[in-house]
């Protein structure tokens, strides 16, 4: 059947012509306008390709100049090992780590004493109005050893500690502060070796300090954290407090009336009072700085009190609480909701409240005799180690902060004047240990630890049964310690060694080891019967160990 068009066409031809005509010529007008608009659009078009390609081009251009032209920064390089030498010298107990010449890399300040420097330069005792041997103050790069500064400061070295300020003291530089035998005090900038300020000392000739130093809030508002120190002569402890910018004396010197035999404490309660806490024959002996601050200067400073706090503290006896024997170390530790004090006695081990100071748990028949150190062993959960006991008896505790529950235990036995432990965050938000001991982990006497090889012994809480010993040393050990000396790059540790006595001078040397490079000729030590993994397998895992900045 045909369709209605078709049928009308075939009727009506000349009307199909026209409307066929009028078609074509719409058409054509289309076609005008369409022939009209393309040379804007193609102009368009190539103003848009120009504008890709000349972006391009420089993009290109900005990419070239930044790679090939202008240079990059070098970065330091870093030695794995490096080792520096003072002949007819001897050291101190002291080692501080600080950025020194900005490069990124922690550098490292000690003492020694000697005649003259060690880099040949002009610098002698005499130059500093001293006689010969004196005690010098040196800072050496981490990355290579070499003396970035030194120079004599005082005739024999009583007491010294490096203060950092927190981050947001912007105004407050780093300094070592020290004590010198005789009558000195001086603060030395730890970036350049010059003296910020000198003063004599006050303290008297048969006087002992109680370290460590105490920073308390800026008390003569010169926006520098002021200096606080506890001294000991006889029975009798005294308060100095010092401008921590001028080293100027605030107030006179007071008298404690307590019998303190070792170090102070600074503790801030969850109110926000700051009180000295201090161990004091079988007990725990505090004072608010409040009232220490008026006591010392007859003025109200700007500190608050604790009224709990006030009302357990004695005010004839600064009692605090009893202690189950003689209170050895008190340590601020986190705590649930603050800060925590952690009291180390002859007889037991006790976390206290840090705002009721009730008992959290007590480790008891403790025989702790050195401070001991934070870490962790479960990611994210502290954990304090403890020394119990000494020599082949030394046992090593890893305690859960938070319950005393023992996480890991082992006998380790020592000798004497070995550092004490020492621990690094790893990226697992654990943390690796590292602890001295003899080179054979013996349970009977029948060595003489005094001539035995002293061994740097490597734990991690991944692998509990096993221990990895790094390095032997048969020379005197002065101080150690264990260093993130690049964010997330590079740990290393520092040892110090030398003469035992500081009357008979011999070798100084200070010795720089990065960790990963002791692994491959590490000794395994398997602690239990079970061996799931080579030797070999062990090694691969302690070397991938990736280590963390503290938070």
Known sequence: MMDNKDVEAEIHPLKNEDRKSQESFGNRLKNEDNLKSMPAQSRLSRCRTVAFFLSLFICLFVVFVVSFIIPCPDRPVSQRMWKIDY?????????????????????????????????????????????????????????????????????????????????????????????????????????????????????????????????????????????????????????????????????HRSSLGVDGVSGPLLHVTRTGAHYILLPCASSLCGCSLKGLYKKVTGRDGPFKSDPHWENMLNASTHRLLPSSGAVRYLMNVPGKAGQDVLLVSSQDCVLLDGQELTPRWTLGAAQVLRKPILGHYKPDTPAVVIENGTGINRQILLLDLSSGAILW???????????????????????????????????????????????????????????????????????????????????????????????????????????????PDSRVVHLGEGRPDSDQAIRGRFSWLRYRSEV
């Not at 070295?157 to 407050?172: G, I, L, M, N, R």
């Not at 070592?176 to 910020?196: H, K, Y």
């Not at 550092?419 to 697992?428: K, V």
């Not at 690049?486 to 010795?511: C, F, K, N, Q």
């Open 87 to 251: 002949n007819a010298a001897v050291t101190y107990d002291f080692l501080a780590m600080e950025d020194i010449n900005r490069d990124k890399i922690q550098d490292v300040v000690f003492l020694y004493k000697n005649t003259n420097s060690s880099n040949n330069s002009n610098l002698s005792c005499a130059d500093e109005g001293f006689s010969s041997p004196c005690a010098f103050v040196a800072a050496v790069s981490g990355a290579n050893g070499s003396v970035l500064w030194e120079r004599p400061v005082v005739q024999d070295v009583a007491f010294v500690e490096c203060t950092t300020p927190q981050p947001s003291d912007h105004k407050v530089s780093s300094a070592c502060i020290l004590v010198g035998r005789p009558g000195s005090f001086l603060a030395v900038d730890l970036f350049t070796g010059e003296t910020l300020w000198s003063h004599p000392s006050s303290f008297g000739g048969n006087t002992s300090i109680l370290t460590p130093l105490l920073q308390v809030p800026d008390i003569d508002s010169d926006g520098a954290p002021d200096l606080l120190i506890l001294t000991q002569e006889g029975k009798e402890v005294s308060v100095y407090i010092y401008s921590g910018s001028t080293g100027d004396q605030i107030g």
């Open 409 to 519: 235990s082992q006998t380790l036995p020592s000798f004497p004047g070995a550092p004490p432990p020492n621990s690094l965050p790893t990226a697992d938000h654990r943390s690796a240990f590292f602890f001295w001991g003899l080179h054979e982990l013996i349970g009977t006497n029948e060595t003489d630890p005094r001539d035995a090889r002293h061994s740097l012994y490597m734990f991690h809480p991944t692998l509990p049964s096993v221990l990895l010993e790094l390095a032997n040393v048969s020379a005197n050990i002065i101080a150690f310690d264990v260093v993130l000396f690049e964010p997330s790059r590079h740990a290393a540790y520092i040892l110090l060694t030398g003469p035992a006595s500081l009357d008979v001078p011999g070798l100084v040397s200070m010795i720089k080891q990065k960790v990963r490079d002791l692994v």
